[in-house]
C-alpha cells in the first residue's frame, strides 16, 4: 500500500435504497489493530424497508437485460478497485489478516464478479429447452414448450467472517444473485463492519453508474441476532445464502423452513475435509506429506473453511514419519492472529475439549493467549473417532487430528462412518490405484469436491467447481457457493406454453 494514501474512516450507516441511514443504538468495532470505529445497529424496520425496496426494485432488474446486468457486474468491480488500497487497510484493520491475503481475495472478488458478467452473456445458465408444437400429432396434437431459468426474487445474503471480501458484501453470494436478476439484501458481519461499508460504497455507487433502481442493494449491519431471524423470516425474500458456524446456519435454516412460505437456505456451515493416505504414497513420500499438510492446515490460521482438519493415516513405521515430520513442521509455525475475539475462544475450547479425551493422545499443544493461534496436533485411532461424534465437529482453526488405521478395510469402515464434508483427499501413487478405486464411491458420496495429490485449502472460482457437499458441510447438497454454477441457486425453471411470438423475451429465443 502507498504511505500516503488518507486513512478511511468509516460513518458507520446502513445504505437502504440508495440512502445511507443511522441508528441511534451503536456498536464498536473490535480491530485486531487500529483504531476501534462506531457502527449503527441493525433494526427489523431498516430490514422491512431493504425488503421492501429490494421486490420494487426486481419489478425493473429481475427483467433487464443480460447485458444491462453484465454492465452492472463490471461496475461493482471497477468500483472495488478503485478503492483497493483503503479496503486493504481497514480490512487488514479489522480482521488481522495481512496485506498480501486481502489483496488477493480483493482479486478474487473482483474477478468473480467479471466471471459472472461474461456467463450471463453467453446465456448458457438459462439451461433453454424448446420443444417445438406438433399439431398433426395423433392422437393429441403437442403445445409449443419453451423452458427457461427465470430470477426468483430478492435474495438475503450474511457475510462470512473468514472471507470479508470474497464470501461477504460482494461476494460470491451477492455476485451470483445479481447476475441472475435478483436484488440483494445484505446483513453484514460485525468481524468487519468497516470493509462491509466501503465495498457497498463501491456498489452503491455502480448503482447509480448503471441507472439502476437503488432497492437491487441494501447493507444492513448487525449488532442484534433479530436482524438476521427478521431478515430470513421477511415473506419479501425468496432465498438465503450464508457462510457460517453449524449452530447459527442451522437455526436460520430451521426459521426458513419454518415460514408459511418456505424458502430454499444456502448455509456453507462446517467440514473436517479429511484426508486419506494410501499405503504407497506413503512409502514414497511420508516426509514431504507431512510438512505439506502443516503448510495447508496452518495457513491463514487454520480459519478456511477447506481446512484439511484430519489425517487418516496407516498404522506403521511410515506412518509414524508422517506424523514426526507434521509435528515437527507445526512447531514451527509461530502464533498468528485470528479475525475475532470469539473465534480464539471458540478455538481454544476446541483445544480443550480435544484434550479432554483419554482416547486421544496429544502430539502437540502450544498455550493460547488472546486473539492469537498456534497449532496443535492430536492422534487417535479409527474405533475411537467412530465411538465419539465431538471429534469429527470442526474446530475452526490450525487444530489437526490423525487417526490411524490397521489397513485399507478399517480406512474404508472410518470413510463411510465421516459426515458430509466440502472436500475429501486421496494421497496415492500408481500402485494405489486399487485401494483409491475403493475408497472413492464412498468419498464422492460424503464430499462435494475430491481431491487427489493435493490439499484442498484454496478454492478455485471456475464453471467446474462444487463448493457445497452433504450435510452438515452445507444444507442443501445439489448447489455449489463457488463457481458459475452457483447463481442456478436463484433461479427457477418456468415453462412458457404457446407464447406467440411477441411475448417471446430475449432469454427465451
Request: hydrophobic share 40%.
Amino acid at each position: 500500500m502507498d504511505g500516503m494514501t488518507p486513512a478511511f474512516t468509516p460513518h458507520g450507516k446502513h445504505l437502504i435504497a440508495g440512502e445511507w441511514v443511522a441508528t441511534q443504538a451503536r456498536f464498536p468495532s473490535e480491530p485486531a489493530h487500529g483504531p476501534v470505529h462506531s457502527f449503527s445497529v441493525g433494526t427489523p424496520d431498516l430490514v422491512n424497508a431493504a425488503c421492501e425496496a429490494a421486490e420494487e426494485a426486481f419489478w425493473s432488474y429481475g427483467y433487464s437485460t443480460r447485458a444491462e446486468r453484465a454492465a452492472f457486474l463490471t461496475a461493482i468491480a471497477d468500483e472495488i478497485e478503485a478503492r483497493a488500497d483503503a479496503i486493504t487497510q481497514i480490512g487488514s484493520q479489522e480482521t488481522g489478516l495481512p496485506e498480501a491475503r486481502l489483496q488477493g481475495e480483493r482479486g478474487r472478488t473482483t474477478g468473480q464478479l467479471r466471471l459472472f458478467a461474461d456467463h450471463i452473456l453467453k446465456g448458457a445458465y438459462l439451461d433453454l429447452r424448446h420443444d417445438p408444437a406438433l399439431p398433426e400429432r395423433k392422437p393429441l396434437p403437442r403445445p409449443d414448450l419453451r423452458l427457461v431459468q427465470r430470477p426468483i426474487g430478492p435474495v438475503a445474503v450474511f457475510g462470512a467472517s473468514n472471507f470479508p471480501l470474497a464470501f461477504s458484501t460482494a461476494g460470491g453470494d451477492t455476485a451470483a444473485a445479481l447476475a441472475a436478476g435478483c436484488p440483494v439484501v445484505v446483513k453484514g458481519h460485525s468481524a468487519h463492519p468497516g470493509t462491509g461499508e466501503i465495498v457497498a460504497e463501491a456498489i452503491h455507487a455502480a448503482i447509480k453508474t448503471c441507472g439502476l433502481h437503488p432497492g437491487v442493494f441494501s447493507l444492513i449491519q448487525g449488532g442484534k441476532r433479530e436482524v438476521g431471524t427478521t431478515l430470513v423470516q421477511h415473506p419479501l425474500i425468496k432465498a438465503v445464502g450464508f457462510t457460517g458456524s453449524l449452530g447459527g446456519g442451522r437455526a436460520l435454516f430451521d426459521l426458513c423452513a419454518a415460514r408459511p412460505e418456505p424458502i430454499p437456505f444456502f448455509g456453507e456451515l462446517g467440514s473436517v475435509n479429511p484426508m486419506f493416505v494410501l499405503p504407497g504414497a506413503l512409502a514414497a513420500r511420508a516426509e514431504a506429506m507431512g510438512k505439506g499438510w502443516a503448510g495447508s492446515l496452518t495457513m491463514g490460521a487454520g480459519q478456511f473453511c477447506t481446512n484439511p482438519g484430519i489425517a487418516v493415516v496407516p498404522t506403521g513405521a511410515e506412518g509414524d514419519s508422517f506424523v514426526a515430520a507434521a509435528t515437527a513442521a507445526l512447531k514451527e509455525v509461530a502464533p498468528q492472529v485470528m479475525l475475532t475475539e470469539g473465534i480464539a475462544a471458540a478455538y481454544r475450547a476446541g483445544k480443550e475439549r480435544f484434550e479432554s479425551r483419554n482416547t486421544v493422545r496429544t502430539l502437540l499443544a502450544t498455550p493460547q493467549e488472546g486473539r492469537s493461534a498456534a497449532p496443535n496436533l492430536y492422534e487417535t485411532d479409527a474405533e475411537a473417532y467412530l465411538q465419539d461424534h465431538a471429534l469429527g465437529e470442526e474446530v475452526f482453526g490450525p487444530l489437526g487430528l490423525v487417526i490411524r488405521v490397521p489397513g485399507q478395510e478399517a480406512m474404508a469402515v472410518l470413510a463411510k462412518g465421516f459426515e458430509g464434508q466440502l472436500t475429501a483427499t486421496l494421497h496415492m501413487d500408481e500402485g494405489d490405484l486399487a485401494d483409491a478405486r475403493a475408497l472413492l464411491p464412498i468419498l464422492e458420496r460424503k464430499a462435494g469436491r475430491v481431491l487427489v495429490n493435493g490439499f484442498p485449502t484454496g478454492v478455485e472460482v471456475a464453471d467446474a467447481m462444487v463448493h457445497g457437499g452433504p450435510y452438515p458441510a452445507s444444507t442443501n447438497f445439489g448447489a455449489t457457493s463457488v463457481g458459475t454454477l452457483s447463481i442456478r441457486r436463484f433461479l427457477r425453471p418456468v415453462c412458457f406454453q404457446d407464447l406467440p411470438e411477441g411475448l417471446l423475451g430475449e432469454d427465451m429465443v
